[in-house]
């Protein structure tokens, strides 16, 4: 069974948020770069779990980008992954980035594709949905468990105020979210592996792109917190209904 | 040219983040000089007529058995012939769960571009540029669509539903789904609770609380409010809550009027997923928590001797 699993590059979970270039660039300098948390903690490591079950399952891993992500494809290399490919293009809006997917999956054979539910800085929640799509697979959204069974797969899907089982036959995709897997840190033997593991680097398809961002602003400052004293509990439950109007 | 709303349903009624997309995307329509109508999917018990409420002009209903369960591929499918049947140039959906499946897809089918999370109406001067949600919450980016047909989806409590007088023409339409090749097996469903992202209150517990068996201080508060329960994702890994409700960066990000955090510090990847909420209410016994930074009001003290007359004060005011 050969898996793909979709890398992304995003800003540590607590990276300073502010931009450049008269708020139309995001403000990398100084900032830490890791895979984005719901590619690497649920997608990529349900992908090797499935391996570590399975030996004859191949993983292949693929990001859209330039040189600097690298570093993030090679960790996820250490983490499990087989082989690698990069796209070189600075990614544009998510259907550009899907279709450079989509690309690189079209002659790939991969019975599934896997994809965090989104990434961390867009947070569109698009490329699976967009890649199954112009591959015309099935797609299963928000998947807290995936295993194949007799050569389908059984997941189990988030719904809202709920959880749906169903079973899909393969190719399929699937966007990954909390409670797939369990994270885990690369130990130094994957490390080494890596280094000789393929990274392949293609050029972009021809693909268009349907959105342009104009420009980014941060949410006004809050005006402050309004503090009431622990002995006059029912002060602030005054204050809720009075003056904020909500209860 | 009209505007279009996806009208999510679940087991036959219509859902509540579905009359703010209906309510947004009447606006949309007003300010494009155009008729909002609304597309439904599978069998429903609610009336559609009622729809005209928030301004929307015909429902076009597709009442097929094979759509009670969602598949974004059938539903992309009929969703797709249905714009080019009513010629729509604006199509709408909740960014919840079916939307964040259905819409990317219907984006890619039909060259639409998409801006998914939006939390502000449209901007027209110069083109039809949206406001969205990035960074988890700390920011937002000024998105502009540049296709001939557009894709919106509308976060959750981003947008009051506005009813007014009107009926909707209620129309069928016969679109045939190709076959779905999901086979469904089990729903189960946490019943008779609030769900989280449609909650319009929210009662959080962190590690403050010490343990799962102190949780009546959460749920007593929420019971009487009628608000949903959440936790921190420390009270998740422990295993004191289940995990679908936990929110932040991993977790849920959710967007209620009143978020009201109980012994939760306010990691900025707590921070992340509730941020966008309206009024943030802390109670923790260290003022140097980070929360008491990002909230509106707050009680520096201990949960156990303050929640109970937080409690007793709710009671009192709802018995009035």
Redesign the interface.
């Known amino acids: 069974m050969k898996i793909l699993v979709c890398i992304s590059k995003t800003p540590d979970t607590t990276a300073k948020i502010a931009f450049t270039d008269n708020n139309t660039k995001f403000a990398s300098e100084g900032v830490q770069w890791i895979i984005n948390p719901y590619d690497e903690w649920y997608a990529l490591v349900r992908a090797i779990e499935m391996k570590e079950k399975d030996p004859t399952v191949q993983i292949q891993l693929v990001t859209v980008g330039g040189a600097d992500a690298d570093p993030i494809i090679r960790k996820a290399l250490a983490l499990g992954g087989d082989e690698a490919i990069r796209v070189d293009a600075e990614g544009q809006d998510s259907f550009f980035i899907a279709s450079q997917i989509a690309g690189v999956a079209a002659d790939g054979g991969f019975d599934l594709i896997l994809t965090g539910k989104e990434t961390i800085d867009h947070n569109g929640a698009s490329i699976g949905g967009m890649v199954a799509e112009l591959l015309d697979m099935d797609y299963v959204s928000l998947a807290v468990k995936l295993d194949m069974e007799q050569g389908k797969a059984v997941v189990t899907r988030e719904i809202e105020g709920g959880e749906e089982i169903c079973e899909a036959v393969l190719p399929l995709v699937v966007s990954c979210q909390k409670g797939m897997a369990e994270a885990r840190i690369p130990n130094m033997r994957g490390i080494m592996a890596a280094r000789s593991k393929p990274l392949k680097v293609v050029v972009p398809v021809p693909a268009a792109s349907l959105t342009s961002i104009q420009s980014f602003e941060l949410p006004l400052a809050k005006s402050g917190v309004k503090l009431i004293s622990a002995d006059h509990p029912e002060e602030l439950v005054r204050l809720l209904h009075e003056e904020a109007r909500i209860i | 040219m009209s505007v279009l709303i996806f009208a999510d349903q ?1 087991e036959g009624h219509i ?1 509540k983040s579905t009359y703010e997309a209906l309510s947004y995307g009447a606006k949309v329509a007003e300010l494009t000089g155009t008729v909002a109508e609304a597309i439904v999917l599978g069998p429903v018990l609610d009336s559609l007529s009622g729809l005209g409420k928030y301004g929307i002009t015909k429902v076009h209903h597709v009442p097929d058995n094979g759509l009670e ?5 059938c539903y ?1 499918a009929v969703i797709a012939e249905a714009v080019q049947q009513t010629g729509a140039d604006t199509v709408i959906f909740s960014n ?3 939307g ?10 039909l ?7 939006a939390v502000s109406l449209p901007d027209l001067a110069g083109g039809f ?1 949206v ?1 969205r ?4 919450g ?10 001939p047909i557009r894709i919106i989806t509308l976060n959750q409590n981003a947008y009051g539903i506005a009813e007014s007088a009107g009926t909707a023409e209620v129309l069928n339409m016969t679109i045939s789904s190709p076959a779905s ?10 019943s008779g ?1 609030v ?1 989280l ?2 909650a319009e ?1 929210v009662i959080s517990g962190g590690r403050g609380l010490k343990g799962p068996e102190h949780w009546g201080l959460v749920e007593d508060l929420a019971d009487l ?1 009628g608000a949903a329960t959440a936790c921190s994702r420390a009270v998740a890994d422990a295993h004191w809550r289940p ?2 409700e ?1 929110v932040g ?3 849920l ?1 959710i967007a209620p ?2 978020y009201f955090a109980i012994g939760i510090s306010g990691a ?2 707590h921070l ?1 997923g509730v ?1 966008r909420s ?2 943030i ?2 109670v923790n016994k260290d003022p140097e928590a980070p929360f ?11 949960a156990f ?3 109970p ?2 409690i ?3 009671r009192r ?1 709802k018995a009035n």
Not at chain 2, 100 to 109: F, Q, T, Y
Not at chain 2, 139 to 147: E, F, H, L, Q, R
Not at chain 2, 292 to 302: E, L, N, Q, R, T
């Open positions: 679940s859902r369960h969602m598949d974004a591929r992309t919840n769960i079916t964040k499946a259905v819409a990317p897809r219907l984006s890619a089918r060259k639409a571009g998409l801006v998914a999370g540029s406001r949600s990035v960074f988890s700390k920011a937002y980016a000024n998105v502009s669509i540049i296709t090749r999901l086979t469904f097996k089990s729903t189960s469903k946490v609770k769900p992202t449609e209150m409010l995990h679908h936990h960066q991993t977790g990000a009027n009143l900025i990847q992340a941020n309206k009024v209410v802390v008491f930074k990002a909230a509106d009001y707050g009680i520096v003290g201990d001797e303050v929640m007359k937080v007793e004060a709710v005011l």
